[in-house]
Every structure is written in structure tokens, then in C-alpha cells.
């Protein structure tokens, strides 16, 4: 499992700032990165690789690991929707069906790992 790097208090703190409407890219990236980090701990493993441009990337599920390259499963979504998702203010059928989501692979499904944090509709 890979290190933490922002604590839960930063992480929350950005978090609250970004649902109050901050548009500072430091609350945003602090958010993201914070969200993906929960979702490593939450799911851990390699065979899903989770990416949110310009902010943060993660590998996470457990399953076959990968090492090189492009890995087979991935999902890439903006920071917007990850934050909804990852929060639960947006659901992932919502957001797939919205094509606010680009998932490949078999594996590259979240559903039932999301939110990661709830807070609610």
C-alpha cells in the first residue's frame, strides 16, 4: 500500500473549501489527491488505475498486478465528477450513464467501492 501523503485534516479541510465553492487549484488538487488516497486504502491493489488530470492518478483493486505500461483497467474522469462520485453526491450509474466517465477494461468499475466518503445528496 502505497504512503500516505496528505492527512485526513488537509484532506478535509480542501475538501470543505472546494464544496463551498472554492476554485483555488491547490484546494482542488489537495481534495482530489486526498479522495484517490482514501480509495487506495479502501480498495488496495494494482489492477485498476483510477486518474483525474491535471491532479493525481492511483492504482487500486485488487486482482492481477500491473507494473509497465498502460494498465489494462483504467477510469478517467475531471476533478468535478471525481469529488461527486468519491463523495457520493453524484452516483457512478449517474456518472457513466452521463459519459462523465471513461472506463476500460473489465475490471474498470468502482461501483460498490464508492462513495469513499459520504456526504450525502
Known amino acids: 500500500m502505497a504512503r500516505r501523503r496528505i492527512s485526513a485534516a488537509d484532506g478535509l479541510a480542501a475538501l470543505a473549501a472546494v464544496e463551498s465553492g472554492s476554485t483555488a487549484r491547490t484546494d482542488i488538487a489537495t481534495a482530489v489527491r486526498f479522495l484517490l488516497e482514501e480509495l487506495a486504502e479502501l480498495a488496495p491493489g494494482k489492477s485498476v488505475e483510477v486518474r483525474v488530470p491535471p491532479y493525481g ?5 485488487g486482482g492481477l498486478t500491473h507494473t509497465r505500461g498502460t494498465p489494462p483497467n483504467v477510469i478517467e474522469t475531471d476533478a468535478e465528477t471525481w469529488i461527486g462520485i468519491a463523495t457520493g453526491v453524484l452516483s457512478w450509474d ?8 471513461l472506463a476500460s477494461g473489465s475490471r474498470a468499475n468502482l461501483d460498490g467501492l464508492l462513495p469513499v466518503i459520504r456526504r450525502g445528496r
Open 94 to 101: 449517474e456518472a457513466t450513464a452521463g459519459a462523465r466517465v
Open 57 to 61: 492518478a492511483v492504482q487500486c483493486v
